[in-house]
């Protein structure tokens, strides 16, 4: 059974950094999307970022981290990174990677805490 396990959350102070990593620790085949979402308390699951691994290898990002925020991934580690700078109190949530194969199945990892102190 595949499992994302995901690792780099913590506190930091506002206009600091910290950089997520996500590994698959199995093979999922035709990957097609690998993307991160948040979640703050009291609010919804929303996507922050995501890389199309088909032929269109595009990259989506939501409003509010352009700028700030890059997602990456290293393909031979079955890696996928987001690196967040200029961090805010605003940032802070759960964060998960996700993985969305072709057939459309969808796999999570169990979420790492960001915390920004202002």
């Known amino acids: 059974q595949v499992q994302l396990v995901e690792s780099g959350g913590g506190l930091v102070q506002a206009g600091g950094s910290l950089r997520l990593s996500c590994t698959a620790s199995?093979?999922?085949?035709?990957?097609?999307?690998m993307g991160w979402y948040r979640q703050a308390p009291g609010k919804q699951r929303e996507l922050v970022a995501s890389?199309?691994?088909?032929?269109?290898?595009?990259?989506n990002y939501v409003d509010s981290v352009k700028g700030r925020f890059t997602i990456s991934r290293d393909s031979a580690k079955n890696t996928v990174y987001l690196q967040m700078n200029s961090l805010k109190p605003e940032d802070t949530a759960v964060y998960y990677c996700?993985?969305?194969?072709?057939?459309?199945?969808?796999?999570w990892g169990q979420g790492t805490q960001v915390t920004v102190s202002s």
């Open positions: 890389f199309t691994v088909t032929s269109s290898r595009s990259t």
């Open positions: 996700n993985f969305l194969d072709i057939p459309g199945r969808n796999y």
């Open positions: 199995g093979i999922i085949y035709r990957v097609n999307t």
